[in-house]
T-cell receptor, first 116, second 114 residues
């Protein structure tokens, strides 16, 4: 199993550009999440999804959009990139109905985004 | 609203000495508590969790944590630190019942000196 896979690992954007961070998981997890990590701030939840077709806002959703058309994929879209969106982005997943709610999240390796 | 506090930005300890990384939490309902570790340029790796039962939980790499309900704490401990334990450690919480997303603390950097 690959677990949670994120692409790209690194990206530099110019102010005003748009891009999509890709995330896919092969653990048949129902829940998927996007967090951003800023130095000294821990991880902040951007968006999450409880299943295909269902998404909801987290703590810091402004400037981002998500979609969940399949169980496996949960892309994060940045529209009109701003310097404040310079961060490391982590995708995570959890909860396989057959295995039950073990609680922990499984994380990808992260995508480092710089907006100049 | 739920929250996690990690009061120390950095903890320094000599190799072979015991280590403690502190965490306190605030949540409505029963807490699920977690510790994760992050090595440079990597994702977060799960270390251990408390859901119910024994207040002392054991996890990966010899780490353990003690749940204290009255002090709303979940401190991470290890009897004998290794240089390879040097990393960034995050405490996280969710409420049961409640949303499955975790709320994270700001992280504590552990430095183990040879």
């Amino acid at each position: 199993n690959a677990g949670v896979t994120q692409t790209p690992k690194f990206r530099i954007l110019k102010i005003g550009q748009s891009m999509t961070l890709q995330c896919t998981q092969d653990m048949n997890h129902n829940y998927m999440y996007w967090y951003r990590q800023d130095p000294g701030m821990g991880l902040k939840l951007i968006y999450y999804s409880v299943g295909a077709g269902i998404t909801d806002k987290g703590e810091v959703p402004n400037g981002y959009n998500v979609s969940r058309s399949t169980t496996e994929d949960f892309p994060l879209r940045l529209e009109l990139a701003a310097p404040s969106q310079t961060s490391v982005y982590f995708c995570a997943s959890s909860f396989n109905r057959l295995a039950g709610d073990t609680g922990e999240l499984f994380f990808g390796e992260g995508s480092r985004l710089t907006v100049l | 609203a739920q929250s996690v506090a990690q009061p120390e930005d950095q903890v320094n300890v000599a190799e072979g000495n015991p280590l403690t990384v502190k965490c306190t939490y605030s949540v409505s309902g029963n807490p699920y508590l977690f510790w994760y570790v992050q090595y440079p340029n990597r994702g977060l790796q799960f270390l251990l969790k408390y859901i119910t039962g024994d207040n002392l939980v054991k996890g990966s790499y010899g780490f353990e944590a003690e749940f204290n309900k009255s002090q709303t704490s979940f401190h991470l401990k290890k009897p004998s630190a290794l240089v390879s334990d040097s990393a960034l450690y995050f405490c996280a919480v969710r409420a049961l019942p409640g949303r499955r997303a975790l709320t994270f603390g700001s992280g504590t950097r552990l430095q183990v000196q040879p």
